[in-house]
């Protein structure tokens, strides 16, 4: 935001309860011989040695046994005969990155091992179209005379959109991750570890599935050149990005993934890869979880929240540069487009708090306009909910209806709390931390009442205090390429496994200067050993008065290793910082 943002926008850099590293517990075993290694795998959990060294093992990459999931065999029989039979056969995707990601990994699987791949239709659905097995879609497959289709990262409970398939006679699998309470829809075969007998692979998106189920494909004869070709082992890298973006938990066979499919990255990128990146000043070379999770993925989900996501698709699958680059200029476009919205949403809603008092006492912001892109609105409900510590839902006011995205705090189930109110709602579903509506516009007010009213949601000490979790503490001699590689050993960071979080204290502060073409961020310069540690601190340049030279601060920061132009050195960035002696 610019310098006349609305005040409350400020609270994005605000200082933050530090919570501080317990002891490792006694009953911990000594996990490596590096101190600080040992404290961040004892605080990640581990307990014995062999488990920490198995976590820490970059070396190799297997996949599980994809026969533990559910109805398998019946999905791998019902494929190979479509392929066999050069039957048509149908992928249907999903908007999002995981969405995109699963329909290519099947795309390219079938391309490469069906007869006539003439004979494969691949659709994603526009978010006009809406969550599911979209009805469009499904009369465009019978029309095409489609015989088998396979819908990934969507469809498990949707019961409606299978029964309309099965009427034209098409044969339905479905690979997905999403909550479930039954073992599918009747006439489908459902392959999830959602299904209450699916006892496996719990915490795996989309992708990460679609690989398991294409990776036990390759040892069918009718797919014995998608094997040749390379298998599975190609398409790691997909199913990184899928997994990475869906924000599935980078552990267990996840981070195996993604850590293979990183190396993919790295080795041979993929031309629509290689041109998103260099549209988005990402280094391939030393691409990582990071990179992906804020520059490539948004990119790739721009396009399901702003346009068509067969736009990312097509980039996915493109064949050379020539072909990607202007797919990735597009989504390039349209992320900027993305993030202009978000923002303006963000200072739509904060002006209107700033305005209003008796916004900033409510438990729970309920906003809506007819302006809005639905598309941008969870980003910026997510977003709020950082900087205001309570839930927030944000509709779209469409004709007689408003179509929104709820995103939570820690301890509220938003989906039990809309499922409290269901009787003013047309539609709702969702989780814990995120959650989807549809209203009458006339009945929003009630709503908002409703929820203000909620005996649960009152009984919340809200608004949450921001916290900000410790995992140890470093000396400014610490602060070096040593240490910093010490730390990547945990990587890849993401959801179950995030980045450490540091405090070097007593910090003298040679230099605090503005950062970024408006001057919105903070870069604090002190000296080190090896000379001048610069440590930017996002959106924090309305901090500098706090700031003086010579003063001693302890800083909250993280700490990774930059390529940089053939310069490898150690990178530090602020999440925070107070006066030395604070508590």
Same mark, same amino acid.
């Given at each position: 935001m610019t310098a006349t943002a609305p005040r409350s926008i400020r609270s994005k850099a605000a200082p933050r309860t530090w919570l501080m590293p317990q002891p490792p517990r006694f009953d911990c075993e000594q996990l490596h011989e590096h101190s600080l290694l040992h404290a961040l795998l004892a605080g990640r959990g581990f307990r014995r040695r062999a488990e920490a060294e198995a976590f820490l093992d970059h070396s190799t990459s297997v996949l599980p046994d994809p026969g533990l999931l559910p109805d398998l065999d019946m999905a791998l029989a019902r494929i190979d005969q479509a392929v066999r039979h050069g039957?048509?056969?149908?992928?249907?995707? #999903?908007?999002?990155?995981?969405?995109?990601?699963? &329909? *290519?990994?099947? +795309? /390219?699987?079938?391309?490469? @091992?069906?007869? !006539?791949?003439?004979?494969?239709?691949?659709?994603?659905?526009?978010?006009?179209?809406?969550?599911?097995?979209?009805?469009?879609?499904l009369q465009e497959f019978a029309d095409a005379g489609v015989d088998l289709l396979i819908a990934v990262d969507c469809a498990s409970t949707d019961e409606q959109g299978v029964t309309i398939a099965r009427s034209h006679g098409i044969d339905v699998i479905i690979i997905d991750h999403h909550h479930m309470t039954t073992t599918g829809p009747a006439g489908a075969i459902t392959v999830s570890p959602?299904?209450? #007998?699916?006892?496996?692979?719990?915490?795996?998106? &989309? *992708?990460?599935? +679609? /690989?398991?189920?294409?990776? @036990?494909?390759? !040892?069918?004869?009718?797919?014995?050149?998608?094997?040749?070709?390379?298998?599975?082992?190609?398409?790691?890298?997909?199913?990184?990005?899928?997994?990475?973006?869906d924000v599935a938990p980078l552990t267990g066979y996840n981070r195996q993934i993604v850590r293979e499919g990183i190396r993919a990255m790295r080795r041979e990128p993929r031309p629509g890869?290689?041109?998103?990146?260099?549209?988005?000043?990402?280094?391939?070379?030393?691409?990582?979880?990071?990179?992906?999770?804020?520059?490539?993925?948004?990119?790739?989900?721009?396009?399901?929240?702003?346009?068509?996501?067969?736009?990312?698709?097509?980039?996915?699958?493109?064949?050379?540069?020539?072909?990607?680059?202007?797919?990735?200029?597009?989504?390039?476009?349209l992320n900027h487009q993305r993030r202009a919205e978000t923002e303006q949403v963000l200072h739509d809603v904060l002006t209107r708090l700033d305005e209003d008092p008796a916004l900033e006492a409510a438990p729970i912001l309920v906003e809506s306009s007819d302006t809005w892109r639905p598309g941008v609105l969870g980003l910026a409900a997510g977003k709020l909910v950082e900087l205001l510590g309570r839930p927030v839902i944000l509709l779209r006011e469409e004709g007689s209806v408003a179509v929104g995205s709820c995103r939570s705090v820690s301890g509220l189930h938003i989906a039990q709390l809309l499922k409290r109110h269901e009787a003013l709602l047309e539609r709702h579903g969702g989780h814990s931390q995120a959650a989807g509506l549809t209203i009458r516009r006339e009945a929003i007010d009630e709503f908002r009442?409703?929820?203000?009213?909620?005996?649960?949601?009152?009984a919340m000490a809200l608004p949450l205090e921001p916290e900000l979790r410790i995992d140890a503490e470093l000396s400014v001699a610490d602060i070096n390429l040593d240490i910093a590689r010490l730390v990547m050993r945990l990587s890849p960071f993401g959801a179950a496994n995030p980045e450490p979080v540091f405090v070097v204290p007593n910090v003298p502060i040679v230099r605090a200067e503005p950062l970024g073409k408006d001057n919105t961020h903070l870069r604090l310069v002190w000296r080190g050993p090896t000379g001048e540690v610069r440590a930017p601190f996002f959106g924090?340049?309305?901090?500098?008065?706090e700031l003086s030279i010579g003063r001693r601060i302890d800083v909250a920061c993280t700490l990774s290793v930059d390529r940089w132009q053939g310069v490898i050195r150690p990178d530090v960035k602020v999440l925070d910082f107070r006066a030395s002696g604070d508590q």
């Amino acid at each position: 935001m610019t310098a006349t943002a609305p005040r409350s926008i400020r609270s994005k850099a605000a200082p933050r309860t530090w919570l501080m590293p317990q002891p490792p517990r006694f009953d911990c075993e000594q996990l490596h011989e590096h101190s600080l290694l040992h404290a961040l795998l004892a605080g990640r959990g581990f307990r014995r040695r062999a488990e920490a060294e198995a976590f820490l093992d970059h070396s190799t990459s297997v996949l599980p046994d994809p026969g533990l999931l559910p109805d398998l065999d019946m999905a791998l029989a019902r494929i190979d005969q479509a392929v066999r039979h050069g039957e048509t056969i149908a992928v249907f995707g #999903d908007y999002d990155v995981d969405g995109m990601t699963s &329909a *290519a990994i099947m +795309t /390219l699987t079938l391309q490469q @091992a069906m007869p !006539d791949p003439s004979r494969l239709i691949v659709r994603l659905p526009t978010r006009d179209e809406g969550y599911g097995l979209s009805r469009v879609a499904l009369q465009e497959f019978a029309d095409a005379g489609v015989d088998l289709l396979i819908a990934v990262d969507c469809a498990s409970t949707d019961e409606q959109g299978v029964t309309i398939a099965r009427s034209h006679g098409i044969d339905v699998i479905i690979i997905d991750h999403h909550h479930m309470t039954t073992t599918g829809p009747a006439g489908a075969i459902t392959v999830s570890p959602a299904r209450p #007998d699916g006892g496996h692979f719990h915490e795996m998106a &989309a *992708a990460g599935l +679609t /690989l398991l189920v294409v990776h @036990a494909l390759q !040892d069918l004869p009718s797919f014995s050149r998608f094997r040749e070709q390379g298998g599975s082992g190609q398409l790691f890298d997909l199913a990184a990005l899928g997994l990475v973006a869906d924000v599935a938990p980078l552990t267990g066979y996840n981070r195996q993934i993604v850590r293979e499919g990183i190396r993919a990255m790295r080795r041979e990128p993929r031309p629509g890869l290689k041109s998103l990146c260099t549209v988005a000043t990402i280094d391939l070379s030393t691409v990582n979880s990071v990179n992906i999770g804020y520059g490539i993925a948004p990119r790739l989900n721009a396009a399901g929240r702003m346009a068509d996501p067969r736009l990312g698709f097509e980039l996915l699958l493109a064949p050379d540069q020539v072909a990607a680059y202007p797919l990735a200029s597009e989504l390039d476009r349209l992320n900027h487009q993305r993030r202009a919205e978000t923002e303006q949403v963000l200072h739509d809603v904060l002006t209107r708090l700033d305005e209003d008092p008796a916004l900033e006492a409510a438990p729970i912001l309920v906003e809506s306009s007819d302006t809005w892109r639905p598309g941008v609105l969870g980003l910026a409900a997510g977003k709020l909910v950082e900087l205001l510590g309570r839930p927030v839902i944000l509709l779209r006011e469409e004709g007689s209806v408003a179509v929104g995205s709820c995103r939570s705090v820690s301890g509220l189930h938003i989906a039990q709390l809309l499922k409290r109110h269901e009787a003013l709602l047309e539609r709702h579903g969702g989780h814990s931390q995120a959650a989807g509506l549809t209203i009458r516009r006339e009945a929003i007010d009630e709503f908002r009442a409703a929820l203000v009213g909620d005996a649960v949601l009152a009984a919340m000490a809200l608004p949450l205090e921001p916290e900000l979790r410790i995992d140890a503490e470093l000396s400014v001699a610490d602060i070096n390429l040593d240490i910093a590689r010490l730390v990547m050993r945990l990587s890849p960071f993401g959801a179950a496994n995030p980045e450490p979080v540091f405090v070097v204290p007593n910090v003298p502060i040679v230099r605090a200067e503005p950062l970024g073409k408006d001057n919105t961020h903070l870069r604090l310069v002190w000296r080190g050993p090896t000379g001048e540690v610069r440590a930017p601190f996002f959106g924090a340049a309305w901090r500098a008065r706090e700031l003086s030279i010579g003063r001693r601060i302890d800083v909250a920061c993280t700490l990774s290793v930059d390529r940089w132009q053939g310069v490898i050195r150690p990178d530090v960035k602020v999440l925070d910082f107070r006066a030395s002696g604070d508590q």
